[in-house]
């Protein structure tokens, strides 16, 4: 059984930054990957990082890729989402995953664990 809580969401104005926390608590090991994920009013989820938690490697969307740094620490069982520059349109609530496996992926039902998720936005 494993819970993911998220935090570090708020409202920030254009071209800001916000660091987003995922915290682990249940029975977990080391072979999973763990992802962040958004959702816009309307809009279907979307993927935005990945970072396969033992060997640390990562993927981003093409849409956050050099602003966007996912992170994890080990000790504390956290990933982080590091966001800079923002824009208007990456308002929407991010929600943090985790997949069995190690393996990383885009897709939202390949994912085997969810947050609650946090609202992050971003004012012009």
């Known amino acids: 059984q494993v819970q993911l809580v998220e935090s570090g969401g708020g409202l920030v104005q254009a071209g800001g930054s916000l660091r987003l926390s995922c915290a682990a608590s249940g029975r977990t090991n080391s072979r999973y990957s763990m992802g962040w994920f958004r959702q816009a009013p309307g809009k279907e989820r979307e993927f935005v990082a990945a970072i396969r938690w033992s060997a640390g490697s990562t993927n981003y969307a093409d849409s956050v890729k050099g602003r966007f740094t996912i992170s994890r620490d080990n000790a504390e069982n956290t990933v982080y989402l590091q966001m800079i520059s923002l824009k208007p349109e990456d308002t929407g609530v991010y929600y943090c995953?985790?997949?069995?496996?190690?393996?990383?992926?885009?897709?939202?039902?390949?994912?085997?664990?969810w947050g609650q998720g946090t609202q992050v936005t971003v004012s012009s």
């Open positions: 995953a985790g997949r069995y496996g190690g393996s990383w992926s885009p897709l939202a039902y390949e994912y085997d664990y």
